[in-house]
């Protein structure tokens, strides 16, 4: 695992979009997987810049998301289709038709998550998976004591979750957050040939701590990641600061990032 330790989410947010427009210059036909939440929005901003100013395009690029509400309909202004479209995809060349996302209103949930799966196999496997991390170390929605294998499916939120995404999102009302979603496995996302992960602020260094100096454990399900032979992290000073080896890290990857 690489951790970039960036001065601040500016910073750390160009490097990934860096890291993305380079693989879409190189591979215009590319898979990418895409998470929701504040972390990206940052990065996704850079990426629709590079759009604009003509060093990229998305027009031939797919894309697969992490997760999705169970319950909420793509057009609900708090589901992560929504967020994806006005985040993402409404400032980027993308063709929307080449944009997916786990149908929250699924009326067979098990089936729509199948489906999902068989479709990202269909187009070749991931070949960058963007990813944010929960206060309590999980990637998607997979939440502590998930299986570190586990498959695209129907998860349960921890309580803990369910107040953060009220804090940031559903307007503070925790009684409107759904308790369930339909989220990629944690063997799903390690399939992806590369993963870039943010990690932004001091209220997620325990979770970074966790997951680059931790066990490997199902009680962070972004330990996972260190099993992983291509898996980065953008981090600012504060989710790196309790990081025993910090330095060493940023100085290593920055020489890798070198080449
Ligand atoms: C949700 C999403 C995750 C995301 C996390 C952190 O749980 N399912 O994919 O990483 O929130 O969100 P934020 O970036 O807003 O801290």
């Keep these: 695992m690489e951790i970039v330790v960036c001065k601040d989410k500016a910073e750390a947010s160009r490097k990934a979009a860096d890291m993305i427009a380079a693989l879409v210059k190189r591979n215009p036909k590319c898979v990418l997987g895409l ?11 850079e990426l629709a810049k590079d759009v604009k100013a003509k060093k990229i395009s998305f027009r031939q690029v797919k894309t697969w998301n992490l997760d999705e509400y169970y319950g909420l309909a793509p057009t609900h202004d708090q589901s992560y289709r929504y967020f994806m479209n006005e985040n993402l995809f409404k400032k980027i060349d993308i063709q929307i038709k080449n944009t997916h996302v786990l149908n929250g209103l699924a009326k067979d949930p098990v089936k729509e998550c199948k489906a999902y799966e068989a479709a990202i196999k269909r187009a070749g496997g ?4 963007v990813l944010g991390i929960g206060s309590d170390g999980h990637i998607a929605f997979n939440e502590p004591g998930t299986s570190l294998k586990s498959r695209t499916s129907v998860v349960y939120l921890t309580p803990s979750t369910i107040k953060d995404n009220a804090r940031l999102f559903f307007h503070g009302k925790l009684d ?6 339909l989220s990629m496995g944690v063997g799903t996302i390690c399939e992806a040939k590369r993963v870039v992960l943010l990690a932004f602020g001091k209220g ?5 701590k966790g997951m680059v100096e931790g066990g490997m454990s199902q009680f962070c399900t972004a330990s996972a990641l260190q099993a992983h032979n291509d898996a980065w992290v953008f981090c600012d000073e504060d ?3 309790k990081l025993k080896l910090k330095d060493y890290y940023a100085w290593r990857s920055a020489t890798v990032l070198k080449g």
Excluded: C, H, N
Excluded at 204 to 208: R, T
């Design 126 to 129: 991931i070949d960058l998976q």
């Design 204 to 208: 997620k260094a325990d979770a970074v």
């Design 239 to 241: 989710a790196a600061s």
């Design 176 to 181: 409107e957050v759904p308790t369930r979603a």
């Design 35 to 45: 998470a929701t939440g504040s972390t990206p929005v940052l990065m996704y901003g």
